[in-house]
């Protein structure tokens, strides 16, 4: 167990829906991190969080959004789905990059 | 920008073979940490190794050694006397220290057999 907590680990559904993909960062870990890993396009970074704000934007569909919560939790919503979005993600969470980045185990999507 | 390629994108190797996974990086700030995770079929991203810029001193931790050289902008990865176990994309990231966030640069990953 890595610490940090992706749920739920698959989710499918139909094109044009959406759904809401939750990360609980490591103890201690304020920066949350979510990546896409698709065939085509690889392991890509989307979005950063820190204590709550947002840090950096990588190639995030507008369709895309996430937040981070008090608690520190982030999730991210994807809306208007469609086949392409079928993808791995990933969450990740930080203390500060000296110190690396720990990985949860992923949310499979599936659009169908 | 940052970018991390690694050319070879599987390797096929018998049990017990060595086998050196390349990785060349490309960034402009002098201070950045470079990484390698391993994949299993499973799918969770296992944390290897982690690197900064300053330290180029090899390192050893059991059957994986890694190769840091700045001059040739390069982190390279070996698996000695390999095993099943190890069948699985390795993936190398790059990581510049930047005030307003550190987000991970992977390159394509390497898909590495082993056969028994």
């Not at chain 1, 569909?61 to 919560?69: G, M």
């Not at chain 2, 002098?30 to 900064?52: A, C, D, H, M």
């Not at chain 2, 190890?86 to 190398?92: E, H, I, K, M, P």
Request: proline share 3%; with cysteine; charged share 20%.
């Amino acid at each position: 167990d890595s610490g940090v907590t992706q749920t739920p680990k698959h989710l499918i559904t139909a094109t044009g829906q959406r759904v809401t993909l939750r990360c609980s960062p490591r103890s201690g870990d304020l920066s949350v991190y979510w990546y896409q890993q698709s065939l085509d396009q690889g392991l890509q970074f989307l979005i950063h969080y820190y204590n709550g704000e947002e840090r950096a934007k990588g190639n995030i569909l507008e369709r895309f959004s996430a937040q981070q919560f008090p608690d520190l939790h982030s999730e991210l919503n994807l809306s208007s789905l469609e086949l392409g979005d079928s993808a791995l993600y990933f969450c990740a969470s930080s203390e500060a990059v000296d110190y690396g980045y720990t990985f949860g185990s992923g949310t499979r999507l599936t659009v169908v | 920008a940052q970018k991390v390629t690694q050319a070879q994108t599987e390797i096929s190797v018998v049990e017990k073979e060595d086998v050196t996974l390349d990785c060349v990086y490309e960034t402009r700030d002098t201070t950045y940490y470079l990484f390698w995770y391993k994949q299993p079929p499973s799918g969770e991203l296992v944390f290897l190794i982690r690197r900064n810029s300053f330290d180029e001193q090899n390192e050893i931790s059991g059957r994986y050694s890694w190769n840091f050289q700045k001059s040739t902008s390069s982190f390279n990865f070996t698996i000695t006397a390999s095993q099943v176990v190890d069948s699985a994309v390795y993936f190398c990231a790059l990581s510049e220290r930047k005030a307003a966030g550190n987000k991970l640069t992977f390159g394509g990953g390497t898909r590495v057999l082993v056969k028994p």
